[in-house]
């Protein structure tokens, strides 16, 4: 080849070459830029090696419940739960209780056996006093007031509730009157005011007693049976017949009832002895008949 065309062959070869490594060298250059803006996808071992921070932070802020015990599963007793009804078909005069506005209610001492076993009642907290004797008053206060099976339930919500509070119901059904209780709850009593009211009171229950055997009974002669129990069932039919709540019934009602022309009774005929549906439902007409709000 003529040395021209060599040096001419030779210059070529050069630029190609030249170029060939200029457009590797920017290939190169491009590929590592764009690798380096962009991450990298991690493979299926790295991703599966590497916990997750998303998770792990979730994780960590889970706290788990706390366990309820088997007696905090069961449903809380509440008033409704201890109402009940009379077998009124064993009942001497089946007619409507005058003043009663809400049925009847079991307490701790006369509810079927098992019943209280079915409910949860939560238990006061640590009382608050400066002595031993305060904490333990405190302490019994709350329980009553949290456990409507207790006797002295109703007369502690009475008195929370206030003279303006709604009514508050005794567990024979009685709207209880709120200066009665406050009077017997928080009232100041000494030995010999006791026993000097005590005397008053029988010597009262008596003269009302044979006032109202002789307006009642034919001849007023009364039953040959306990005369409290017979006074029990005289109040009972009076109220019935009047329409005045049971606790209410005195000699005073007992002359309007004689001027409103209702026959009296032979005691033969009229008194039997009390079943036990009967003496039941006395013994709640009864317990707590003073506290009752007059109608």
Not at 144 to 160: G, K, M, Q, T
Not at 164 to 189: C, I, N
Not at 207 to 217: A, P, S, V, Y
């Amino acid at each position: 080849m003529p040395p021209h065309l060599r040096s001419a062959s030779a210059r070529a070869y050069s630029g190609n070459q030249n170029g060939e490594s200029s457009s590797k060298a920017t290939a190169k250059t491009s590929k590592a830029t764009a690798t380096k803006g962009r991450k990298r996808k991690p493979t299926d071992s790295q991703s599966s090696s590497r916990p997750k921070r998303g998770r792990r932070a979730k994780a960590s802020n889970t706290q788990e419940p706390e366990e309820v015990p088997d007696e905090k599963r069961k449903p809380r007793l509440t008033t409704p739960d201890l109402e009940f009804d009379y077998d009124r078909s064993q009942l001497r005069d089946p007619r409507p209780t005058p003043g009663r506005v809400r049925r009847p209610r079991w307490e701790d001492f006369d509810m079927p056996e098992g019943f209280k076993e079915r409910f949860y009642i939560p238990e006061p907290e640590n009382p608050k006093g400066r002595t031993k004797a305060i904490r333990e008053y405190n302490r019994r206060e709350q329980k009553d007031l949290l456990d409507p099976r207790e006797a002295f339930h109703d007369l502690y919500v009475c008195l929370e509730k206030g003279p303006e509070g709604s009514p508050t119901y005794d567990a024979a059904g009685f709207q209880l009157d709120w200066e009665k209780v406050d009077s017997t709850m928080h009232g100041s009593y000494t030995r010999s005011g006791v026993v000097n009211a005590m005397e008053n009171v029988v010597d009262r229950m008596e003269c009302e007693e044979r006032d109202m055997f002789k307006m009642f009974f034919v001849d007023g002669k009364p039953p040959d049976a306990e005369s409290t129990t017979v006074l029990q069932y005289l109040q009972d039919h009076v109220s019935k017949d009047l329409g005045v709540p049971w606790h209410q019934i005195g000699s005073n009602y007992l002359v309007e009832w004689e001027k409103r022309g209702f026959p009296k009774q032979k005691a033969g005929k009229w008194w039997r002895e009390p079943n036990g549906m009967e003496e039941r439902r006395m013994m709640k007409m009864e317990s707590g008949a003073s506290l009752r709000k007059d109608l």
